[in-house]
């Protein structure tokens, strides 16, 4: 039987907008297997952001349940999930979201210290070797490409080696070349850590490369495909 990793029930989201509440999410219901590889896609607006940021507890739902390694995400308050986040979830943004007075080194051993990790300085620097920047971890982010403060987001994502890694338009800012290098990295991490991959992506061809396609449209799930399915 398939080991269940994330589940949603019935998840629903709703925002305050300056018209009042605006329904985002309309009831999803979701399951996704450990070591599996998911793509959200759908046209702008469809919630599919939004759904990654649910799944990860970064959005808590106004209705419904998310489930993610058999924790109940819904019932958590903000620390708790940002405690949960930092044991089990690595989250990559289409914007680096680095700190600029940081080396590269700095960058990815500063969580690990922050969670506790005694060896965090050498499992940074041996994730940033493994995104191609071994030569790169005392430069600053000013100082690198758009595609190499991008290895180091994910490096920085993978170094706690979570079960769940979870991607927004991770390849949005890079050219193709770059963005293919980001996305071969990211299959990687299944195949290195077991992590199991949910990434948002407009792009056709990354979302081809993943073992199942979720597509939305105004907040619902449009419908899916597999891999050997997809056209």
């Known amino acids: 039987m398939p080991d269940t990793i994330l589940s949603l029930t019935d998840a629903r989201l709703s925002l305050d907008g300056n018209a009042g509440p605006v329904d985002i999410l309309h009831g999803i219901t979701l399951d996704i297997c450990r070591g599996e590889t998911v793509g959200l896609t759908g046209p702008s607006g469809s919630g599919k952001s939004s759904l990654l940021m649910l799944m990860g507890g970064l959005e808590q739902a106004t209705g419904g349940q998310v489930m993610a390694l058999g924790h ?12 949960f986040r930092r044991q089990h979830m690595g989250v990559v943004f289409q914007s680096f ?14 969580p690990l210290e922050l969670a506790g ?3 965090a300085f050498d499992r940074a ?22 595609g190499e403060q991008q290895r180091v987001a994910l490096a920085r ?19 193709g070349p770059n963005g293919d290098a980001i996305m ?10 077991g992590a199991t991959l949910v990434l948002v992506t407009h792009a ?13 449209r105004d907040g619902r ?7 050997d399915a997809a056209e």
């Open 72 to 83: 109940d995400l819904t019932t958590m308050n903000e620390d708790q999930l940002a405690r």
């Open 97 to 110: 979201h680095l700190i600029p007075t940081m080396t590269a080194l700095e960058n990815v051993a500063t």
């Open 117 to 119: 990790h005694a060896d």
């Open 125 to 146: 620097e041996a994730e940033l070797t493994a995104v191609g920047l071994a030569s790169r971890i005392h430069h600053y982010p000013n100082q690198m490409s758009g």
């Open 157 to 175: 994502a993978a170094a706690p080696r979570p079960a769940i890694l979870l991607a927004d338009e991770p390849t949005g800012n890079l050219d």
């Open 184 to 193: 071969d990295l990211l299959m990687g991490l299944r195949d290195r850590h």
């Open 204 to 216: 056709p061809d990354l979302a081809a490369r993943c073992d199942r396609n979720i597509h939305l």
């Open 221 to 227: 799930i449009a419908h899916e495909a597999l891999k």
